[in-house]
């Protein structure tokens, strides 16, 4: 009997075909390469944004919890201003005005305190105390705005203060809000991810590679 010699052939790919499904392989890598990268990107993007509102709402609070009960300079007794260290208000610049701290719904349990805030983000509170001595404490409570930001960090800086005082009245009493000019920047580097292929034969830096891009 004579054997066909078709029957012991097996089936497989051409060259040309597993060229075909490399190509169209590389090509889905790059595209989700690509993707991945823009969907990091915005990630990186949405996270510096948060943490810059946040620290603006910061700055923001904190001054607004002094200010909200700031009292006019000329109201207060004279002899108040003087153990306080008679200094006088201003909006404009730096904040240096008079306020009530402490607890209690009772204004009478509240000290009268001369706050002042600099652009940096240091808080200096000198407060009469009961027995009418007076304790002056310097901190940084808006430590969050960063002077020097690390890497991919936002750096948030108050730029200055504004006041607005109501129509037809001078500037020496009370304003009606304060305005508050910050600038936000970022530095750091951004971080890249690419997918690369070392092609047919297997071996990198040679005329075959394939590579989305380079950092």
Not at 51 to 57: L, S, T
Not at 79 to 101: I, R
Not at 118 to 132: I, N, Q, V
Not at 182 to 206: H, Q, Y
């Amino acid at each position: 009997m004579n054997a066909n010699p078709h029957t012991n052939r097996r089936a497989g790919f051409s060259m040309i075909e597993v060229l075909v499904a490399s190509s169209i392989l590389v090509v889905i890598v790059m595209l989700l390469a690509m993707l991945f990268q823009h969907t990091s990107h915005a990630w990186r993007v949405g996270v510096r944004r948060a943490d810059v509102y946040m620290q603006i709402r910061s700055a923001i609070g904190a001054i607004q919890r002094d200010t909200a009960a700031a009292v006019d300079e000329r109201s207060l007794d004279p002899e108040v201003v003087a153990q306080l260290g008679g200094g006088s208000q201003k909006f404009n610049g730096p904040l240096q005005f008079y306020t009530l701290t402490g607890t209690g719904a009772n204004p009478a349990l509240r000290s009268p305190t001369y706050v002042s805030y600099s652009a940096s983000g240091s808080r200096t509170e000198t407060k009469l105390l009961p027995s009418g001595s007076k304790q002056t404490k310097n901190s940084n409570v808006l430590d969050f705005i960063q002077r020097t930001g690390g890497k991919n960090r936002p750096v948030t800086t108050i730029q200055g203060f504004t006041p607005v005082y109501p129509s037809g009245a001078g500037a020496n009493g009370l304003p009606l809000y304060v305005v508050v000019k910050a600038r936000v920047t970022s530095s750091g580097n951004a971080l890249e991810i690419g997918a690369a292929s070392a092609g047919p034969d297997k071996t990198w830096n040679t005329k075959d590679d394939i590579q989305t891009w380079v950092d």
